[in-house]
């Protein structure tokens, strides 16, 4: 008796700290056939991941007490279509760890950048901000795009307050000097209802030449009018050199029952000492069909190009493809 009474109690006292536990295996596979026209040459392709990026991850927390959490994450990218790990290493999407509470949170090691919260929230209705959302050819005109993921970062997002949030993040520089390779990010956020704006800005020191050090300021807003979602949003980036891009977008997306359309349009100019260098513009639209709350169909097209200041296509881009994307 006494023994099942001491049985009953480990297990009791197992249960209450497995409760205050909890670890999560997820993924997304998504798949699509179709065909990418890049300067005049067109391939028939299977993709992966052209509506959100293919990949699985653990994810998990511990109460700490006192509203305290530790929390961790690990997330790896995948090609779907032949099985392969994404370029870069084994878990390039994400790889922190950190505490969450009443402060806000902390995360330590590979994530994404506070600024690409505000860039995100620019496309977050433009195509889904995925691989048809217009920015992808036209915002390549000029400063090359922004980092959204910076490693050996420390990331800190506060509490909200009224709506409210602010977050700021440094990737620390690991390299041997004169090298300087860090990451500063930091945004401003507002919440409230069916409104998001915010504001965001970064800075790039990935080169050992100070001229190609980069600089992105970005204004985004999104709202919810319930027969439609639109997203818009300014992006300005500068290198070094005094290479200066100004960059604008903007999205809608109007859902019909189980269907949700979305069409998207983007244009950069790229100027050097007030003189333009090169202008890029996009246009996207697409289509998603839910089968289930985990299961959509998508089919959605992209038509982009690039000029330099003379007037000449630089870069002429056209991709359209039928998919399938699974969640677990």
Not at 27 to 48: A, P, Q
Not at 106 to 121: A, N, P
Request: net charge neutral.
């Amino acid at each position: 008796m006494k023994k099942s009474l001491v049985a009953l109690a480990v297990l009791a006292t197992t249960g209450a700290a497995m409760a205050q536990s909890n670890v999560t295996l997820y993924g997304r596979i998504d798949t699509s056939i179709g065909s990418e026209k890049l300067n005049g040459v067109s391939t028939s392709k299977m993709f992966s991941g052209n509506l959100t990026s293919t990949r699985w991850g653990v994810r998990g927390s511990e109460d700490l007490g006192g509203g305290l959490k530790a929390i961790f994450n690990l997330e790896q990218g995948f090609d779907s279509s032949d099985g392969t790990q994404a370029a870069g290493s084994a878990f390039d999407r994400q790889s922190i760890v950190g505490l969450t509470g009443g402060f806000g949170t902390v995360k330590l090691g590979r994530t994404d950048t506070s600024f690409d919260d505000i860039r995100d929230l620019a496309v977050s209705s433009n195509l889904w901000d995925s691989e048809f959302t217009p920015t992808k050819i036209a915002y390549t005109a000029g400063v090359p795009d922004y980092s959204s993921r910076a490693s050996n970062q420390i990331r800190y997002e506060s509490p909200s307050f009224g709506g409210f949030t602010v977050g700021v993040g440094y990737g620390l520089d690991e390299t041997a000097a004169p090298v300087k390779r860090d990451v500063l990010s930091y945004n401003l956020r507002y919440r409230a209802g069916a409104l998001d704006v915010g504001f965001g800005y970064q800075e790039q020191k990935h080169e050992s030449v100070p001229a190609t050090d980069r600089e992105y300021t970005a204004l985004s807003g999104a709202y919810n009018f319930g027969v439609a979602r639109v997203s818009a949003g300014y992006n300005r980036a500068e290198n070094g050199a005094g290479l200066k891009d100004n960059e604008i977008s903007i999205g809608v997306n109007v859902p019909v029952g189980n269907l949700d359309f979305s069409v998207g349009y983007a244009r950069s100019k790229s100027e050097l000492a007030g003189v333009t260098t090169a202008k890029g513009s996009g246009f996207g639209a697409g289509v998603t069909y839910a089968m289930s709350k985990r299961t959509k169909l998508y089919g959605a097209y992209l038509d982009g190009d690039v000029e330099n200041g003379a007037g000449v296509t630089t870069t002429d881009r056209r991709l359209f493809s039928l998919g399938v994307r699974h969640d677990f």
